[in-house]
């Protein structure tokens, strides 16, 4: 069975610019999970979307957005660049809610550079 | 003080050690999750608690719900083990909060 996969593996943008990054849960999952880690900090809740619906969101500004597709995919943007953005982006899948059965999957995480 | 805590946050090992890493938190949870960081930025599940013990092969995680504790143990650590070992907790409110993580480093 096919993992949680994400695009692209690394992306490079320059302040100011949007960036696009992409995930696809493992099949039959419809929660997915949207995660950074900048370095040296630890791992930050950004997104949980469910069904096609943003659910939660942790404390980020509203240039982080996403949507998830009705095959359960999802895009992460982030508009308006900054320095601070650059970490790697983690996203994971699980079946619907979190629950004690409902463990999440990560992907390998997308790292992104800002210049 | 975070709502998740993790100790230590370095630990380093001799292969064959018994290991025990420690999380407490301060916020209701549904469940709690022991995850595990490679040096590369990739992530396997190890557990999902809510109650008890679980055990796989030479890891056990326990969880005490009236203490908000929950222990990761790693019977006879090997070098393969180094690795960063995060604790997750899943809240009311469907967010996951993280605690910062612990350094393992198992000498051969």
């Known amino acids: 069975e096919a993992g949680v996969t994400q695009s692209p593996t690394h992306l490079i943008k320059t302040r100011g610019q949007q960036a696009t990054l992409r995930c696809s849960p493992i099949?039959?999952?419809?929660?997915v999970y949207w995660y950074q880690q900048a370095l040296g900090l630890g791992l930050q809740f950004l997104l949980w979307y469910d069904e096609g619906e943003e659910r939660n969101r942790g404390n980020f500004p509203p240039r982080f957005s996403g949507r998830q597709f009705p095959n359960y995919s999802s895009e992460l943007n982030v508009n308006a660049l900054e320095l601070e953005d650059s970490a790697l982006y983690l996203c994971?899948?699980?079946?619907?809610?979190?629950?004690?059965?409902?463990?999440?999957?990560f992907g390998p995480g997308t790292r992104l550079t800002v210049l | 003080k975070n709502e998740v805590e993790q100790s230590p946050q370095n630990l380093t090992a001799q292969e064959g050690e018994f290991i025990t890493i420690n999380c407490s938190y301060s916020?209701?949870?549904?469940?709690l999750h022991w995850l595990q960081q490679h040096p590369g930025g990739g992530i396997v599940s190890l557990f999902m608690?809510?109650?008890g013990k679980k055990k796989h092969g030479r890891l056990i995680a326990t969880i005490n719900i009236q203490e908000k504790h929950s222990s990761l143990h790693i019977t006879a650590s090997h070098p393969r083990d180094s690795a960063v070992y995060i604790c997750?907790?899943?809240?009311?409110?469907?967010?996951?909060?993280f605690g910062a993580g612990t350094r393992l480093f198992v000498k051969a």
């Open positions: 099949s039959g999952h419809t929660s």
């Open positions: 916020v209701g949870i549904s469940a």
């Open positions: 994971a899948s699980s079946f619907p809610g979190l629950a004690a059965n409902n463990e999440q999957f």
């Open positions: 608690l809510s109650s």
């Open positions: 997750a907790a899943y809240t009311g409110g469907f967010k996951t909060i």
